[in-house]
């Protein structure tokens, strides 16, 4: 079973910008499809990005396009998430996970990790 980490977060400014990164532990990494989740104080956790396990293909949620890049390091077992243009409604806890292609981690993600607080101050 994939055990993910993340870390990166932090407080930051409007417009600013920060990287997030999801480490991985277990051989069978690579074959993974990895997904960026986020959840702020009372709302329902949302879909952010995600990746194939070959890092060529990804999607993105509209509000995030053109700001948030998914991107993956199999030889370093780690997704990384840029982000850029921060905005305060991006506040929120930030959680990787994974799935077998695209579609299943957008749906139906697993093995959460323990997620990573981002905060953009106005």
């Known amino acids: 079973q994939v055990q993910l980490v993340e870390s990166g977060g932090g407080l930051v400014q409007n417009g600013g910008s920060l990287r997030l990164s999801c480490a991985a532990s277990g051989r069978t990494f690579n074959y993974y499809a990895m997904g960026w989740f986020r959840q702020a104080p009372g709302k329902e956790r949302e879909f952010v990005a995600a990746i194939g396990w070959r890092g060529r293909s990804t999607a993105y949620a509209d509000s995030v396009k053109g700001r948030f890049t998914i991107s993956r390091d199999n030889a370093k077992n780690t997704v990384y998430l840029q982000m850029n243009s921060l905005k305060p409604e991006d506040t929120a806890v930030y959680y990787c996970?994974?799935?077998?292609?695209?579609?299943?981690?957008?749906?139906?993600?697993?093995?959460w990790g323990q997620g990573t607080q981002v905060t953009v101050s106005s």
């Open positions: 996970a994974v799935g077998t292609s695209i579609a299943i981690v957008t749906t139906t993600p697993s093995n």
